[in-house]
């Protein structure tokens, strides 16, 4: 037999199979990537509608404390000073987020962080109380015992109803602990020292990432590659879903998906920041984005005429959708471990990225694990 003309074939064109491109490439390893979709990057990807970048698959934020992350996406392409400050819409009266000095200004007219933190003691004193020394079980007593009655019922608990379609009782607490909480002005949602938005978009990301890299796009592994890959590449990488290439024999994992209703507005400026979170039932959609404010600040929101937003809704997830998010819940996570023992087991196969090995992952860790890979 011919030897593979590839060092490695990579299913999938998101940030883990071009990052493991990119550095392969980079020691004179020879690549195939294909997706299945019709464009590279994955999730990542954007489509330029109206001169704008639109996150097709959600908005996607960059940030990460990681230097060596930081520094390999800027050498590839600058990044901007985007800093995500959603703002939450609660009928009709706006609040900054995450809870911070500002929106306890706005909830309570309160002007110092004495003033605050004895107006949030008093607000979760009844809850505390009820908690007689347990540790908070589900979500809710986590939201009362952390910041009190007025903010859980404004900004919390109906957006998480919307979110995942279950009362705040029946969820775990978990959830809103990665929500800061601070006693300072600072609507910076994440603690992350390093935090932007490629100047030109996410695609710029991709394509310097898979800058000399054989690509195809509308390519399904499992209808071209499944049965001959070897002939093809002496390696494997794997970034679709983990499930699918052991043909679901153990069973289907199930996933959260949401959906986007995306429409031109003929203003320059619908909304003013880039994400509003709805946090009242009286609208259905948990928050829109305007994509343009990634991108454009100050004036040159204005020299573009239009402008393109995004409702974003909780949805049922249903053969045929986008995989997003994994469920993270007893039956759900037994058989994703089930199945990485299969994966484990499979000669010259890498499985990665968050459908590949079913786990969330935000973009930074994705790229750290590639940049942690030794062995090419
Ligand atoms: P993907 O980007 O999903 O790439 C996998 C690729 O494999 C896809 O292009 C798919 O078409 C292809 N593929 C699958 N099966 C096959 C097959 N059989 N044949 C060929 N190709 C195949 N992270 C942040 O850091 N900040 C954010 O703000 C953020 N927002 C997010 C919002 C949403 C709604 C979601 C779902 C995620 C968000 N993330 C965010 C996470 C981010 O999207 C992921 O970290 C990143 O996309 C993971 O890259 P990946 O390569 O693992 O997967
Ligand atoms: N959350 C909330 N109100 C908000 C934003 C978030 O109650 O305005 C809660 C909600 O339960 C959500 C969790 O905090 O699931 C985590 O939110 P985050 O924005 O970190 O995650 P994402 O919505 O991006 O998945």
């Known amino acids: 037999m011919d030897m593979p003309k590839y060092d490695y074939l990579i299913v999938g064109s998101g940030l883990f199979g071009a ?38 698959y959600g908005a996607h934020i960059f940030h990460t404390s990681n230097k060596q992350v930081w520094e390999l996406v800027n050498s590839i392409v600058e990044f901007n000073r985007y800093t995500n400050s959603p703002v939450a819409n609660y009928k009709g009266k706006l609040f900054n987020l995450p809870f911070n000095m500002n929106t306890f200004y706005q ?35 986590q939201a009362l015992t952390l910041v009190g009655k007025d903010i859980f019922e404004k900004l919390i608990k109906e957006y998480t109803e919307k979110q995942w379609g279950r009362d705040c009782k029946d969820l775990p607490a978990f959830i809103i602990n990665r929500l800061p909480v601070r006693m300072v002005f600072d609507n910076n949602y994440f603690n992350d020292k390093y935090q932007g938005i490629p100047v030109g978009g996410y695609n710029k990301l991709i394509e310097g990432l898979l800058s000399g890299v054989e690509c195809l796009t509308g ?27 052991f043909d679901y024999k153990l069973g289907k994992l199930d996933w959260r998906t949401v959906s986007f209703k995306t429409r031109i507005e003929d203003t320059p ?7 509003v979170n709805y946090t009242s039932h009286d609208k259905p959609y948990t928050r829109v984005i305007e994509h343009k404010h990634f991108e454009m600040f100050g004036q040159a929101v204005y020299e573009c005429p239009k402008t393109v937003i995004s409702e974003e809704y909780s949805t049922e ?43 969330y992952y935000d973009m930074a860790p994705i790229i750290e694990q590639v940049l942690n890979i030794k062995d090419f």
């Open 269 to 275: 400026n619908y909304q003013g920041n880039a994400v």
């Open 219 to 245: 390519v399904d592994f499992f209808a071209e590659y499944r049965q001959t890959w070897r002939n093809t590449a002496k390696k494997l990488v794997y970034t679709g879903a983990l499930d699918e290439y």
């Open 19 to 56: 990052t493991f491109a990119y550095r392969a490439n980079k020691i004179g390893k020879k690549c195939l990537v294909i997706d299945k979709r019709p464009h590279l990057g994955g999730n990542v990807y954007c489509e330029n509608i109206e001169g704008i970048n639109v996150h097709k």
């Open 107 to 141: 909830m309570w007219g309160v002007t110092t962080p004495a003033a605050a933190q004895a107006k949030i003691d008093e607000q979760k004193a009844e809850a505390v109380a009820a908690l007689n020394g347990h540790k908070p079980e589900n979500l809710e007593e």
């Open 317 to 359: 997830y249903k053969d045929g959708m986008e995989p997003y998010y994994p469920v993270n819940n007893e039956r759900n996570n037994r058989l994703a471990e089930d199945y990485r023992k299969l994966a484990q087991a499979e000669k010259d196969v890498l499985f990665g990225g968050r459908l590949g090995q079913y786990k």
